[in-house]
T-cell receptor, first 113, second 113 residues
Framework: NAGVTQTPKFQVLKTGQSMTLQCAQDMNHEYMSWYRQDPGMGLRLIHYSVGAGITDQGEVPNGYNVSRSTTEDFPLRLLSAAPSQTSVYFCASSRHVANTEAFFGQGTRLTVV | QQQVKQSPQSLIVQKGGISIINCAYENTAFDYFPWYQQFPGKGPALLIA?????SEKKEGRFTISFNKSAKQFSLHIMDSQPGDSATYFCAASPAQVGGKFQFGAGTQVVVTP
């Protein structure tokens, strides 16, 4: 049982480059989300989705795009990378019910130079 | 501005000692309060969670205490072990919005032998 799978694990980008962080889950969860983790700031919600075709912004959405064409996949796109986007990115999935556990991927460490 | 404030930022405890981490929240719509444990290079994983209709929940060596009137909750790790060395995040989510969490900034716990 793979759970939540993120690729790549590490990435270095130059300022202005674009890339897509991949996230896939095999638990048939309705809810998927992207967080970024920065020292001293915990995990901050970037974007989330409550089902295929439905996405919404979280706390820090600027500079990121998402789409949800299937239940399983929720890619995060950086349109024009900036050094401020250097962070560790986590994808999470859960059932869309109250009091639910979120399952996290292993993370993608992104460095923008 | 973080809606969930966590302290301390780090703590060192001797093996067998008690680790205590505190969190406070502002939003009275929050009604689910999980704690996540994160080891280096891994994604967070659910440790224990509580709802505000109980004041305490215990699972093994881990206990959550909850004070609804003060809008505070805490994690106690009894008989701390070196394997408990990790970063701990408190979180909160509102009812009917399963999966959408506000996280605290995290506490790095180091248990010395």
């Amino acid at each position: 049982n793979a759970g939540v799978t993120q690729t790549p694990k590490f990435q270095v980008l130059k300022t202005g480059q674009s890339m897509t962080l991949q996230c896939a889950q095999d638990m048939n969860h309705e809810y998927m989300s992207w967080y970024r983790q920065d020292p001293g700031m915990g995990l901050r919600l970037i974007h989330y989705s409550v089902g295929a075709g439905i996405t919404d912004q979280g706390e820090v959405p600027n500079g990121y795009n998402v789409s949800r064409s299937t239940t399983e996949d929720f890619p995060l796109r950086l349109l024009s990378a900036a050094p401020s986007q250097t962070s560790v990115y986590f994808c999470a999935s859960s059932r869309h019910v109250a009091n639910t556990e979120a399952f996290f991927g292993q993370g993608t460490r992104l460095t923008v130079v | 501005q973080q809606q969930v404030k966590q302290s301390p930022q780090s703590l060192i405890v001797q093996k067998g000692g008690i680790s205590i981490i505190n969190c406070a929240y502002e939003n009275t719509a929050f009604d689910y309060f999980p704690w996540y444990q994160q080891f280096p290079g891994k994604g967070p994983a659910l440790l224990i969670a509580i709802r505000p209709d109980v004041s305490e929940k215990k699972e093994g060596r881990f206990t959550i205490s909850f004070n609804k009137s003060a809008k505070q909750f805490s994690l106690h790790i009894m008989d701390s072990q070196p394997g408990d060395s990790a970063t701990y995040f408190c979180a909160a989510s509102p009812a009917q919005v399963g999966g959408k969490f506000q996280f605290g900034a995290g506490t790095q716990v180091v248990v010395t032998p």
